[in-house]
């Protein structure tokens, strides 16, 4: 035993252990095994945020280390690249396909090693497992993403062409500042970004209204990928270089996909789990009411019971079992089920075949003016408009968005759900810049479980501009909490890898992404479709000018006259998908 290692009767921890990269590059390490010699799989997680923290490494990526141990793994958990304890720059993404492959053979070789290893954790640690696998590593038998992308454009960074600028500037910040402790300590004199940074982090908010935002200081100095992400808004060959969605063909390694209903990364856990379903290797999902890094019983002003969080799962029993069935000498054999999704509303789990279930009918709800109960504007109806239906108009003034409530969110209040997930959003309906359509009062329960979609017909007075919408459950005292949102940048609309700004004035088919749900809305209530042309600062605002947006200030903005079209040969209309219901009635 070394001076950097300790012991108890069931455990060697050995802390600061240096692993070699191809390119001469050190990475650090702390090892947990067990004190009986022997060989043992390998779990690995690879963290940009300090294997030192133990609610990051720990809680987060739900494996407590000692009890893996203890049913006969070896933990590993590495700094990556220029990060803490590492060697080396910091690039995010665009090194974990080498260093992950690296690290996985490595380990395979170790005295303490069966030759077989897993990787496991959330969001970024995620992302370095499923670029590691894109390299297929022989050593890497099994995987456990949770909460992560499927690419680093549009599932990451972007989102419909939008900039998701309440998670990435807020990520980049938290990058920026390790940066400066780090270069700090090897004696920059870093003064200027250090006080920016100071302000910017004591009040995020001020931080999102920063314009324009290729001009904050400390982020060009601390990391420059920041500057890389806003000069590469379309997903171009920068983009594709580190796509997972790209690479599915190649990603056999077996998989337990984790997500959660409000996590931004959402739809990219559906895609993966999906896309690598096709290689033949398993492929395992699950599903809860959580957003992102917050996995507890309640989010936003709904409690799903105890039921619901990742701690009555037993994540790492959970993680342990899946790893079990591939990486030891002698597997368990694992009977779970393909898709395991929690339903809300019901407030239960329910296991699947698929995603979405077979047994799934998508169903139309078309956009038209009238009144409905409960709604300020429209209505939404499986009948479509006639010939005649009209258009619903309203401005968008780039200078007085749309506030952010509730939603897939990563908004100051992480780890705690402050303000993600499930919200009122009567204040959000009374705005003038917001459309409301409700269908009638639900004479029965429906279950929704699966993709939700919006196409508008739509024109705007500008060259460009963006199209949110979001999906509303509307309760009978007259709550409307939010199911899930999306937006398109309407110079996206064809594709995200080429720009193709608006005819103003001429009416433009869009098509908006919602994500996935599951979750039942009970008799009594209605369903609401929201729309508009922002929600910040979840995504950053478009200034309609048609030109470079994260190079905008305020004085760039342009007011927008928007349209909303709902006749017979521009149905707008909301696409959800509806499963017989097998819970029992509320009422």
């Known amino acids: 035993m070394t001076d950097s290692a300790s012991s108890d009767a069931a455990v060697i921890v050995e802390r600061d252990v240096w692993i070699p990269m191809r390119d001469g590059v050190l990475l650090q390490a702390d090892v947990w095994r067990p004190a009986t010699e022997g060989r043992y799989p390998v779990l690995l997680q690879r963290t940009p945020y300090n294997r030192a923290d133990s609610f990051a490494v720990i809680v987060n990526a739900g494996i407590e280390p000692l009890r893996a141990v203890a049913n006969g793994f070896v933990v590993v958990i590495q700094d990556t690249r220029g990060r803490f304890g590492s060697q080396g720059r910091f690039d995010p993404f665009r090194q974990e396909a080498a260093d992950g492959y690296d690290t996985v053979q490595w380990l395979a070789g170790q005295a303490y090693s069966n030759g077989n290893v897993g990787m496991y954790g959330a969001s970024y640690y995620a992302a370095t497992q499923l670029l ?7 050593a890497l038998k099994a995987i456990a993403p949770q909460m992560t992308a499927s690419d680093y454009h549009d599932t990451w960074t972007y989102s419909g062409g939008a900039l998701q600028l309440g998670f990435v500037l807020y990520w980049a910040l938290g990058l920026a500042a390790a940066e400066l402790a780090r270069r700090q300590a090897a004696g920059e004199s ?15 908010w001020s931080a999102f209204r920063s314009r324009p935002l290729t001009e904050i200081g400390a982020l060009r100095t601390l990391l420059p990928a920041w500057i890389d992400w806003l000069d590469h808004p379309t997903r171009d060959d920068y983009w594709e270089a580190i796509s997972i969605a790209e690479r599915y063909a190649s990603l056999d390694v077996p998989a337990l996909h984790i997500g959660g209903w409000f996590d931004l990364f959402l739809s990219g856990t559906i895609a993966n789990y ?17 957003a992102h890094a917050v996995t507890y019983d309640a989010l936003g002003e709904v409690d799903y019971g105890g039921a619901a969080s990742a701690a009555a799962l037993d994540m790492t029993g959970l993680q342990l079992d899946w790893f079990s069935s591939f990486l030891k000498d002698e597997p368990a054999e694992l009977s779970a089920p393909p898709v395991t999704v929690f339903v809300m509303g019901d407030n239960t789990w329910r296991d699947e075949d698929a995603w979405p279930p077979a047994r799934s009918r998508l169903e139309r709800f078309f956009l038209s003016t009238g009144p409905a109960d ?20 309203y401005v968008f003034d780039p200078a007085q968005p749309v506030p952010t409530v509730g939603g897939a969110t990563f908004l100051p209040g992480a780890y705690i759900g402050l303000h993600a997930g499930p919200r009122d959003q009567r204040a959000v309906e009374q705005r ?5 359509y409700t269908s009638d009062v639900l004479s029965e329960d ?40 999306g937006i398109i940048r309407a110079r996206y609309h064809h594709r995200t890898d080429d720009d193709d700004l608006a005819t103003p004035g001429e009416p433009h088919e869009f098509r908006i992404d919602l994500g996935s749900t599951s979750i039942v809305l009970f008799a009594g209530h209605a369903l609401r479709l929201e729309i508009s042309s922002s929600n910040f600062p979840r995504f950053d605002v478009n200034p309609n000018h048609g030109g ?38 509320r009422n």
């Open 548 to 585: 470079v947006i994260a190079q905008s200030t305020v004085e760039d903005y342009v007011v927008a006259h928007q349209r909303i079209f709902h006749d017979r040969d521009r149905p707008s209309h909301l696409e959800i998908c509806t499963v017989p219901r097998q819970g029992r009635s």
């Open 132 to 138: 590691a696998a894109t390299q297929r590593p022989s």
């Open 374 to 393: 409960g709604s300020a504007d429209g209505r939404l109806g499986h009948e479509p408009p006639a010939a005649d239906g009209g258009s619903s108009p």
């Open 190 to 204: 870093l003064d200027a970004e250090a006080a920016e940074l100071q302000v910017l982090l004591a009040d995020p």
């Open 432 to 436: 003038p810049d917001v459309l409301s």
């Open 274 to 290: 999906q896309g690598m379903s096709t290689s033949g290797a398993r492929q395992r999902l699950i599903v809860g009411p959580w």
């Open 446 to 485: 429906v279950e929704l479980c699966g993709p939700v979609a919006v196409t508008l017909y739509a024109a705007t007075s500008a060259p460009d501009t963006d199209w949110t919408a979001k999906l509303v459950e509307v309760y009978p005292d007259g709550r409307a909490l939010n199911i899930c949102d």
